[in-house]
């Protein structure tokens, strides 16, 4: 069955980097886009951009261009998602998703990973 | 930028029909994907391009999608139905884009 499993919980200081973790199995990892999409305490769901697994191409939310890198490694099934320069509104559950393409629905997600930003 | 309107809340006695609505402009033209999420999960799909339901989801949740609104119907609601939530649609300019989620109310 196809699952995303993410890394755990993270707490960073301002200014600090993180870098999220999404390993993906139970199906092609090559065939299918990964997203990002995160939602802060009592928020809804953001959309933070994509990585092609198969061409390693990408695309970013306006919002995060400039301070979000979005990675896979095929070799392992995983894609990552690094946030810099994190401030306190950077404080959020960052989940990762499978889509068949960059404007597609996505199908499966991750079960989240927290990320706390402490001055 | 596109811009995608749900109402924050909307509350319904069980067995009864609920009614969420995502607006937008021309969102008929588009296609519109729905989420449920409860407390403490992640989203899940339960109706993808307007009206299709993925295996699993009960026949009781149907989509639609006309002009500037697009509607998530769920009938003979249950208590396991009080969740939030949100559209999905792809806009060319500005990616994905989620509404800001209703909260479903069962009372």
């Known amino acids: 069955q196809v699952q995303l499993v993410q890394s755990g919980a993270e707490v960073k200081k301002s200014g600090a980097s993180v870098k999220v973790s999404c390993k993906a199995s139970?199906?092609?990892?090559?065939?299918?886009?990964i997203h990002w999409v995160r939602q802060a305490p009592g928020q809804g769901l953001e959309w933070m951009g994509w990585?092609?697994?198969?061409?390693?191409?990408?695309d970013y939310a306006q919002k995060f261009q400039g301070r979000v890198t979005m990675t896979r490694d095929t070799s392992i099934s995983t894609s990552y998602m690094e946030l810099n320069r994190l401030t306190s509104d950077d404080t959020a559950v960052y989940y990762c998703?499978?889509?068949?393409?960059?404007?597609?629905?996505?199908?499966?997600w991750g079960q989240g990973t927290l990320v706390t930003v402490s001055s | 930028s596109y811009v995608l309107t749900q109402p924050p809340s909307v509350s319904v006695a069980p067995g009864k029909t609920a009614r969420i609505p995502c607006g937008g402009d021309?969102?008929?033209?588009?296609?519109v994907h729905w989420y449920q999420q409860r407390p403490g999960q992640a989203p899940m799909l339960i109706i993808f391009?307007?009206?299709d339901r993925p295996s699993g989801i009960p026949e009781r949740f149907s989509g639609s999608n006309s002009e500037n609104t697009a509607t998530l119907t769920i009938n003979r609601v249950e208590a396991g139905d009080e969740a939030d939530y949100y559209c999905?649609?792809?806009?060319?300019?500005?990616?994905?884009?989620f509404g800001g989620g209703t909260k479903l109310t069962v009372l």
């Open positions: 998703a499978r889509a068949g393409g960059a404007a597609y629905h996505f199908d499966y």
């Open positions: 139970g199906y092609t990892f090559t065939g299918y886009h």
């Open positions: 990585v092609s697994p198969n061409s390693g191409g990408r």
């Open positions: 021309n969102i008929g033209r588009k296609s």
């Open positions: 391009y307007n009206s």
């Open positions: 999905l649609v792809w806009d060319r300019t500005g990616g994905q884009l």
